[in-house]
C-alpha cells in the first residue's frame, strides 16, 4: 500500500482494517451475495404515479388540485416522455426551473449533479444539504469530503469516471429526510441522468438514495452485499457518508461494500 493510500484510509479511521478480501474469505464470510438478488418486484416506471414538473403550475408532489385527472395523467406522461429525451443541457435547465414540490420553496438553487458524464461509476445521495445549496453542487462539505476520501481510496476522483447525483436536486428544509413524495417527483430526473450516463454501476448511499434507485424502502444492512438490477445496470447499496461520520465504526463496512462494488465494475470491462 503506497503512503498516500495509507494516508487516505488513516484519515478515515480504516487503516487496520481496510484490506480486499481474497475470494475464499469473502465466500466463508457469506456476506457478500454471489448472484443477483433482485426484490422480485417491478419497479416503477419513470415518473410513474406523479405529477411532473410544470414550471408554472406550483403544484407540490402527489398534489392533483381540482382538476381534471385524466388531464393531469396525459400532461404527466407527456412531461415525462419530454424529460426522457432531454440532453444535459435542457435536463439541467428543466431541474433547476423545477417547481413540482414544495422542495423548491426553500431552495437557494437546485443541484442537478456533477461529474464525468460517461463515468463508469455513479455515486447517488439522499438531497442537498446547505453547502451543497449554497455552490449548486453535490457533496461540497463534511459528508462530501469523506465520499472524496472513499472515492480516493478506490483510486477514484471526483469528475473523473465519476458521476455524482442525488435522490432529490432541492435541499429538504432542516436537512430532513426527504419524503417519498419528493423523492418520486425528482425520479424522472435521476432516471434521464442515469440513462444518459449509462454507469456501470449505481452506488446508493444511504436509504433515501437506495430508495429512489430501486423503488421501494430497503434497510441498507440487509441490502448490503446484495447485487440490485436497475433497468439493466447493476446497483448496490452501503452507507451514507453524513452516516458514517457518525458512526465512524461502520467505516470498515463501507470498505467491503465499495471492494464488492469495485468487483462488479471490474466485471463489466
Ligand atoms: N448529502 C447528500 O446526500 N447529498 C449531498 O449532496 C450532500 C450531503
Not at 37 to 45: C, D, I, T, Y
Not at 128 to 142: A, C, I, L, M
Not at 163 to 192: G, M, Q, S, W
Amino acid at each position: 500500500m503506497n503512503l498516500r493510500r495509507s494516508a487516505i484510509l488513516r484519515e478515515m479511521g480504516l487503516a487496520p482494517l481496510w484490506r480486499l478480501r481474497t475470494a475464499a474469505e469473502t465466500a466463508d464470510a457469506g456476506e457478500i451475495s454471489p448472484s443477483p438478488a433482485p426484490f422480485g418486484h417491478p419497479l416503477p416506471q419513470a415518473g410513474e404515479g406523479l405529477i411532473l414538473p410544470s414550471p408554472t403550475s406550483g403544484r407540490g408532489a402527489g398534489e392533483k388540485g381540482e382538476g381534471n385527472e385524466w388531464s393531469d395523467l396525459s400532461q404527466e406522461r407527456a412531461d415525462t416522455s419530454r424529460i426522457a429525451a432531454m440532453d444535459w443541457q435542457e435536463l439541467e435547465e428543466t431541474i433547476r426551473a423545477c417547481r413540482s414540490c414544495v422542495l423548491c420553496e426553500k431552495r437557494t438553487q437546485a443541484v442537478p449533479g456533477v461529474g464525468d458524464r460517461q463515468a463508469h461509476w455513479m455515486f447517488i445521495g439522499e438531497g442537498p444539504g446547505v453547502e451543497e445549496d449554497r455552490r449548486g453542487e453535490p457533496f461540497v462539505g463534511q459528508a462530501g469530503k469523506l465520499l472524496d476520501h472513499m472515492l480516493a481510496a478506490l483510486g477514484l476522483k471526483r469528475g473523473e469516471n465519476v458521476y455524482i447525483a442525488n435522490a432529490v436536486k432541492c435541499r429538504p428544509p432542516h436537512n430532513r429526510t426527504p419524503e417519498a413524495a419528493e423523492i418520486a417527483a425528482c425520479a424522472v430526473f435521476l432516471d434521464r441522468q442515469v440513462a444518459l450516463v449509462r454507469p456501470r454501476l449505481l452506488v446508493a448511499l444511504g436509504r433515501p438514495a437506495a430508495q429512489a434507485l430501486l423503488g421501494r424502502e430497503i434497510s441498507i444492512a440487509a441490502a448490503r452485499g446484495k447485487r440490485f438490477e436497475r433497468d439493466g445496470v447493476p446497483v448496490i447499496v452501503t452507507y451514507h457518508p453524513a452516516y458514517l461520520l457518525r458512526n465512524p465504526l461502520d467505516k470498515g463496512k463501507a470498505w467491503e461494500d465499495l471492494c464488492f462494488a469495485r468487483r462488479i465494475v471490474a466485471e463489466g470491462q
